[in-house]
Structures are given as structure tokens and as C-alpha cells.
């Protein structure tokens, strides 16, 4: 929290935003949300960091220009980044995630009885700070017991893990500066060691409109390494596109074969997540599928409903 903003940069953030998303050049998309109030900014050792209170969408949580969360549409990510693996697995009970500093996937987790113990590897402790500042109805889970942070590097976190992770959630930024390394081959060899014999890692991976040469290159190596691989997407408006994917790279449990509904319940309401969802999730749009080579979407090519 070193560098403050003049009064001329904080009132460019007052009156109304328009963000400019920088995606595959040359294409860029801008959203424009009425401010009402900047609540934090300012530059943490990793990145500018921005809290603001907007007319419509709740707060926001803007990390170096571009969108991590609003909290009108937050839990379409954060439930199906978690509850898709954790659903799938018959008995989750150490869970790691890599990123996620704000805390919304974690506040998912702990609403599984199974789970015994959750670490959060997140590289800036200013995010969890501002979080658990501004943010309570996503950093609620940072006070459970089970769950213990650790500030380093993600990548390397795992490397020293072995055996030790029912599920691990990526729950990343953009693919640029220092969160590079988390759409890498190595990081998932990685991770596949961390985990025990039947693990499922589920990580962020970007819009299948706008990345999908980072879509395929990741599949590819995922394929390589996992056992069942396949891709998923949640409806995200805040996010460029309205949507986000993520990878579903597993050991042994298949989301479309193992899942156990029984245990929703045990969640209480939920705002995106059901059983229909979970398994709609995988449906890929025509020109997705002919993008991608059967042999990448082993789960997805099992679809059948
Ligand atoms: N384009 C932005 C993608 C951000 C995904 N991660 C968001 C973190 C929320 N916990």
C-alpha cells in the first residue's frame, strides 16, 4: 500500500468508469458501470488494487484495470468453480487454492461438511486484507478454522507438494505478469503430484470467445498429464464476453458420472449451481467442439442428456 492517486485520477472513478479490458490485440472491451464511491486504490508490492461502490452491481474488486469480481454476479463464478469439483468428488477433505485472495471461493468450500482442512496460496496479502476489509460476503470463510493462508508464489507452493490434495481450485487472474507461470505445463505436472491418487484440479480458463488458442494449447498439455479431462463454462456478466471457463482435470472421478447429488443440500441456497448446471455446464457450442479435438474432451464427449 505504497503509491497514492491525486485527486484528478480518484475523480476520474467518481462520477463513472469505463473499464478497457486489453484481450487478444487487437480487440479490447470496455464496460461501463456509475460509480458511486471509490472505497480503496492503491498499489500493493504486485498491483493496483481497487474497491469500488458502483450504482448497480455492489461493489467491485478491480486488480490492475481489470474486472475480479462484482458482487451481483460473483457467485455464478465462485459456485461453479468449487462446487463442480467438490460435488464430484465422493469425499473431499483437503482442498488448495492458488489465488482466490478475495475469498469467494473459500466461503464455497467451507459449506462442505467433508471438508477437514483448506489452504489458500495467495501471492499479495493486500488483497486478503482489502477483502476481509471491504468485502465481508465473500471473505466470511477466511474466519472458519479449517482454512489457513499462505503468501507465496502458487507455482511454486505446489512444487513441494506431493500426495497431499483431494482438489485443488486455480482461481487466477489473467494470464499476465506473475500469474503466467498458473497457465503453464510445469505448474500443472506439478499439481498433479500435490494431489493424491484420485485428485481433481479445476482451474479458471478464460472465454471461449477470446482465448481460444490459450483454450487448446491448455487442453493439449492437461490431456498429456490427467487421466479425464474436459471444459466447463459459467455465465459471468462483469467478465468480457459474459462468460468464463474453466479446466476439469481429474485423476479418476468423472463430473458427469460421479456426481453426488445427495450431498447439495447440505449447502444451503444457492444462487447458480444445481445439478442441471453442473452438467449442462459441459454442453459446447458447435464452433468450440470443432475447435477442439475429441481426444482433449474426454469428459464432454461422455454428455449425454
Ligand atoms: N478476466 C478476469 C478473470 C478473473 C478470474 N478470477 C477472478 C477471481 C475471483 N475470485
Known sequence: MVEEFTEDELRLTTMDLWFEEKLEPPVGTTFRVLVNKTIERFRSEYQEIAVLETE????????????????????????????????????????????????GSIREIV?????????????DPAVVEV?????????????DPRVKVFYEDGAQFVKNKKNEYDIIIVDSTDPVGAAVVLFEEPFYRDMYNALKFDGIVVSQCESIYYHQILIKRMLEFISNIFELTGYYYSLVPTYPSGTIGFAFCSKKYHPLKDLD???????????????QIHKASFCLPAFIKEMLPAHLLHINNDLEI
Open 131 to 143: 477483502s476481509k476489509k471491504h468485502l465481508p460476503t465473500l471473505s466470511s470463510g477466511f474466519y
Open 261 to 275: 447429488e445427495s450431498r447439495i443440500s447440505e449447502l444451503g441456497k444457492l444462487r447458480y449451481y444445481n445439478p
Open 111 to 123: 459449506k462442505h461438511k467433508t471438508i477437514e482442512e483448506v489452504h489458500l496460496c495467495e501471492i
Open 56 to 103: 448497480k452491481l455492489g461493489k467491485m474488486l478491480i486488480l490492475d484495470g481489470v474486472i475480479m469480481l462484482s458482487e451481483f454476479d460473483e457467485f455464478a463464478y465462485h459456485e461453479m468453480i468449487v462446487h463442480v469439483p467438490l460435488l464430484t468428488h465422493p469425499n473431499p477433505k483437503k482442498v488448495l487454492v492458488i489465488g482466490g485472495g478475495d475469498g
